[in-house]
Every structure is written in structure tokens, then in C-alpha cells.
């Protein structure tokens, strides 16, 4: 594991050591009150060199930037969990490289309490993970689960969002040609466009090794025949040149923007890209202007049973956007069209997320994942370093495993998230704060149900990567806790995370994808 917060006291697993005493950083402000000045990069605070001997992590020296700070990204992505559960149900495990546990874990509802302005709201539990092992055989009884919640207002009805220009960038290459690529992203076409507004507008461009223009921005109103015949015709072709194709799409979206409405490009590929530029860096370089100066956000949706997830995960990143995965006409559904304004709006640019523990209380501290979406910590209040976009109704959630110091009591983490007005560009923070108090209760037998799914989820993704976090159930448990969550949250996507388990546990054991699994030591009913 690698923390995201640079600074002292970082053993090579990423959890990080408090060394002994007190040093205070950056005070930040909430309530949702403008942030105070940026601070000046290079200025962040020295973090003393050693670490804590009984854990064997020592501080790196000659740090500059305090030890005792987790800063990152928002990241609302989900497509690396929508891929995983698509590949152990072909039957394969997922390649360690493509799972992300933060996207895991926000595949999932959490029940935040919601802001009642445009902003965060910021919420911070968690709860004791018990006796066992984990971490590489280190004893997890003094480990905690901290999590910290953020959270969007939900959407306004859909006749009180501003109007959308969407530019649809679809990949025909040959490889789209497998069923469950192509005609499931014109059964997703279609779809949208019975649901956009009249006023809405819409373009679509297609690429394979060249791209090409198939409709010019386009109202809504009157045209929806005329959309559905465009996207019906698509058929695939050849070779796959993302780069053409998102040049194309920025160039369509710069020419049909529209001041006041949501313009955003959104890819639906394979992420394949075998012609032209194939690295994220350099197509994001030529469409760089027109990203910032219109403000125009990208969209990623994956598909296939072989997609290029970390690629589509770096050039919606840098493209100021995110990206989810669809693996049929269910998930399609959920996408464009249960969640069609949160993909659409934007409340908050350039988010970022600290945290700050305390070493009076706090001994070590694990963040679970965000590794590709790491902040210097003197960059947090630096509004020109990039953060995440984030949309109505989504919720961020980042989990820790924390240590707690022998009969520690008191405050132990202040987490604060700084984010920029999408329309005045004016920056804003919220803050939160956890005490040892509210994590006297156990995680597995306490009634929190939400917190638990988000263990299970952070728990799965760490097996399949192969990570150590502390108090780590196994396969087999952690299949029957999710099955016993669905019960108890009567969610259906908490039922699929038990499956997906399940499959992982068969395929690891090195039965059938389908076999039915064996009770193993410590499995709970």
C-alpha cells in the first residue's frame, strides 16, 4: 500500500508513523466558509526524522512536509470494480494493476448525511477491527477502521438542471465488433436519448483509425429520430486511435458550446488505443486549451470484457472528469439513466481532501488506495495543483486503518475537503473531526451496516491485489459477511459483491468459477 500524503514516517507498506509530540499544521476552516490563502508551494513544515521502533517503520530524513497529513484527490470513478466483477464472471481473476480501492468502495451507498447548500457535507466514524491478524502477521486488536464520508446535495428534478451539450466520442474499431461493446453502446445511446431534455444538445463523433463526424451539436428537440438513426448506424471498422477521436470531440464541443449549459465529452471505448497517441499525457496535451478555457469535462465510459482501464482512468483524470464501466443493459440503464444528472452537473472543481491525525492519540495510519490520485500535502489550499470533479448526489468515501496509541483518548483526525465553486471559481472548505470516543465499537458486531459494506469492499480489493491490511478476513468470510449485509441493507448491488467475492474465493482456491465453495475455518453463516 502506498500513502497518498507525502511527508516523514513512511514505512514501505505506506502506513505511516507519528513520531512523538505535538506539531499543529494549517488550521482549515468550516462551515462551508471561503478558505483561507493558498499556501505558498515549498513552505510546508519539516517532520522530524526517526519513527516508531516496535512497528520497524522509520521516517524517510530531510522530509519537508509534515508526517502527520493525508492529502488527495476526489476521485467518484467506479470502472475499476464494474471491470473486476465483469472478469471473475468470464471466469478470470482482475490483474492487481487494474484494481483501485477507492473505486470499490465508492461503488456503493453509504447513507451520508447530505449538505443543504451546493457544497460537502463531511462525516467521520469508524470502529475498532478486532482481534485477529493482518498487516503482514501484526496483531489487529489496536487497529481501527476510520471513514471518511463525503457528500454531494442530490440533483434537483431533471427539469431544474442547467441544459447539457454532450459530445459522444464512440470507438468503432474492430475490436468493439464482440458482443457487449458496440451494440451495448448504441443500446446506451438510445437510451439517453430518450431521456434528455428538449433543450438538451448532442453531437457524435466516432473514430477508428481515423475519426469522423456523424452529427454536429444538435438540439434535442425535434431531432431524437434523427440522433437514434446516427448512433443506429455506427458499425465497427478498424483500428483504434483514441487520440483522433478525442481531438475530434473537443473540437466538436468547443464548436457547439454553449454558455450556461454543462458541456462535457464522453468517451465510450475499449480504451484499446493501438494508432497515433497512445499515452494519456500526450492526447490530454492537445486538447489542453480547450479543456481549460471552455471548461469542457470528460466523461469516460468502458467497455468489453478486455478494456484498457488504467488508461481510460488516467486520460478522464487529467480530463478533469471520471469514469464508470458497462457490462450490460443494466448497468447502461443505472448510468444513463438513474444517474444521468450526476454525471452531468458538477458541484465542485478541483476537490481535494486532507487529513490530519493526531499524535497524541494516533500511533500509525493506512489510506486504502487513492495511490493514483496523491496531493502533495503543502498543495492542498495550492488551487492551481488539480483535484477531482464531483457531481450531484455522489458521495467520496476514504477509509483508514489507524492505530491508536495504548489508552489513548481524545480527537483523532480532522478531515477537511477544499473544493472550487464551479461558477465563481471561489474556493470553499468543510471540516469534520473523529475522537476516540466514537470508534469504541467493534466493526463486525457493531449495527453500522454501510461502514461494514465499505470494509468488505476495501477488504476484497486488497485481496486481489494482494495486500496486508490489518484484521483481513478472509475470501471465504468476507463473501458470507457480504451476503449477510444484502440481507440486512436489502441492496442488491451489496448481493453482487457477495457473488463477485465468491467467484474470487473459488478461482483463487483453484475451483471453478461456478463451483460451489467449501466451508472454510472461521467462515461465518
Not at 32 to 46: F, H, I, K, N, V
Not at 250 to 275: C, F, I, M, P, Q
Amino acid at each position: 500500500m502506498v500513502l497518498t500524503a507525502c511527508g516523514g514516517g513512511s514505512g514501505s507498506d505506506g502506513t505511516r508513523d507519528l513520531s512523538s509530540g505535538s506539531r499543529k499544521g494549517q488550521g482549515p476552516t468550516g462551515g462551508g466558509q471561503p478558505a483561507p490563502d493558498a499556501l505558498a508551494p515549498g513552505t510546508g513544515r519539516s517532520a522530524p526524522p526517526g519513527g516508531d521502533a516496535e512497528s520497524g517503520a522509520f521516517a524517510e530524513p530531510d522530509v519537508k512536509a509534515p508526517d502527520y497529513l493525508s492529502t488527495f484527490a476526489l476521485d467518484v470513478d467506479t470502472a475499476s470494480y464494474g471491470y473486476a466483477r465483469r472478469t471473475l464472471g468470464d471466469g478470470r481473476l482482475p490483474d492487481a494493476q487494474d484494481v483501485r480501492p477507492e473505486e470499490f468502495v465508492n461503488s456503493f451507498r453509504q447513507g451520508y448525511e447530505r449538505p443543504r447548500g451546493n457544497g460537502f457535507s463531511v462525516n467521520v466514524d469508524g470502529a475498532r477491527i478486532g482481534s485477529g491478524t493482518g498487516g503482514g502477521g501484526t496483531g489487529a486488536s489496536d487497529w481501527s477502521l476510520v471513514r471518511v464520508g463525503l457528500a454531494t446535495r442530490t440533483a434537483p428534478p431533471a427539469s431544474e438542471r442547467p441544459p447539457a451539450a454532450l459530445t459522444f466520442v464512440v470507438d468503432i474499431s474492430g475490436s468493439m465488433a464482440e458482443t457487449g461493446r458496440l451494440d451495448l453502446v448504441r443500446k446506451s445511446l438510445t437510451l439517453l436519448t430518450e431521456e434528455l431534455r428538449d433543450d438538451d444538445s448532442l453531437s457524435l463523433v466516432t473514430f477508428s483509425n481515423e475519426a469522423e463526424t456523424r452529427l454536429p451539436m444538435t438540439r434535442v428537440k425535434g431531432n431524437r429520430n434523427r440522433i437514434k438513426h446516427a448512433v443506429a448506424e455506427m458499425e465497427p471498422a478498424r483500428s483504434t486511435n483514441v487520440e483522433a477521436g478525442v481531438t475530434r470531440g473537443y473540437e466538436e464541443s468547443v464548436e457547439g458550446h454553449r454558455e450556461g449549459a454543462t458541456n462535457r465529452v464522453v468517451l465510450l471505448s475499449d480504451a484499446l488505443a493501438n494508432t497515433g497517441d497512445t499515452e494519456a499525457e500526450g492526447i490530454l496535451e492537445r486538447i489542453d486549451s480547450a479543456r481549460r478555457e471552455y471548461g469542457i469535462t470528460l466523461f469516460g465510459v468502458g467497455v468489453g470484457s478486455d478494456y484498457g482501464d488504467a488508461f481510460m482512468e488516467q486520460l478522464t483524470n487529467k480530463g478533469d472528469g471520471n469514469t464508470t464501466y458497462v457490462g450490460d443493459e443494466t448497468q447502461a440503464r443505472k448510468v444513463f439513466v438513474d444517474q444521468l444528472p450526476a454525471h452531468l452537473e458538477i458541484r465542485a472543481r478541483d476537490a481535494k481532501a486532507q487529513v490530519a491525525f493526531e499524535r497524541k492519540t494516533v500511533k500509525q495510519f493506512r489510506l486504502i488506495g487513492y495511490e493514483n490520485r496523491k496531493v502533495a500535502d503543502e498543495d492542498f489550499r495550492n488551487d492551481g495543483v488539480d483535484g477531482g470533479e464531483v457531481g450531484p448526489g455522489h458521495t467520496v468515501t476514504a477509509l483508514y486503518a489507524v492505530r491508536l496509541r495504548e489508552g489513548a483518548s481524545g480527537t483523532v483526525a480532522r478531515a477537511t475537503v477544499r473544493w472550487l465553486d464551479p461558477k465563481t471559481r471561489k474556493a470553499r472548505e468543510e471540516s469534520g473531526t473523529v475522537t476516540t470516543g466514537a470508534l469504541d465499537g467493534t466493526l463486525w458486531g457493531g449495527g453500522n451496516d454501510r461502514l461494514q459494506v465499505a470494509a468488505v469492499a476495501a477488504y476484497f480489493a486488497d485481496h486481489l491485489r494482494g495486500g496486508d491490511l490489518p484484521g483481513a478476513p478472509g475470501l471465504g468470510e468476507l463473501a458470507s459477511r457480504a451476503s449477510g449485509l444484502a440481507e440486512a441493507t436489502e441492496d442488491s448491488a451489496v448481493e453482487k459483491l457477495a457473488t463477485a467475492i465468491g467467484q474470487a474465493d473459488r478461482l483463487q482456491r483453484g475451483a471453478g468459477p461456478d463451483d460451489a465453495p467449501e466451508p472454510s475455518e472461521g467462515e461465518i453463516g
